[in-house]
Nanobody
Framework: VQLQASGGGLIQAGGSRRLSCSAS????????IGWFRQAPGKEREGVSY????????YYEDFVKGRFTIPRDNAKNTVYLQMNSLKSEDTAVYYC??????????????????WGQGTLVTVSS
């Protein structure tokens, strides 16, 4: 299962951007999908997740109220709608199939494959 993130770019602080996560050869709606990001010099961190089935959504605290993770099964795409962007949102963003640790709030990627990701740069 290989996913491709796209839609990054240079955005001014306070602006918005929508990232897309697409897949070829399989139905994205069958999987729980997560968005992750890696800022320069930092470890990769989870951002937001949407489950298969009922499409429940989850957000890390640092993006709650600013980001949403809609899914369009007809287009076989999961989005990350980012609003009120801050300079600290600057990172390479990736999407991946994920699973949740049943004993904590941590989400883990199922595959080691991350793809190229898409760079989001927020200028202040």
């Amino acid at each position: 299962v290989q996913l491709q993130a796209s839609g990054g770019g240079l955005i001014q602080a306070g602006g918005s951007r929508r990232l897309s996560c697409s897949a070829s050869g399989f139905t994205l709606g069958y999987y729980t999908i997560g968005w992750f990001r890696q800022a320069p010099g930092k470890e990769r961190e989870g951002v937001s997740y949407i489950t298969n089935g009922d499409g429940s959504t989850y957000y890390e605290d640092f993006v709650k109220g600013r980001f949403t993770i809609p899914r369009d099964n007809a287009k076989n795409t999961v989005y990350l709608q980012m609003n009120s962007l801050k300079s600290e949102d600057t990172a390479v963003y990736y999407c991946a199939t994920v699973r949740k640790d049943p004993y904590s709030s941590i989400w883990y990627p199922i595959s080691d494959y991350w793809g190229q990701g898409t760079l989001v740069t927020v200028s202040s």
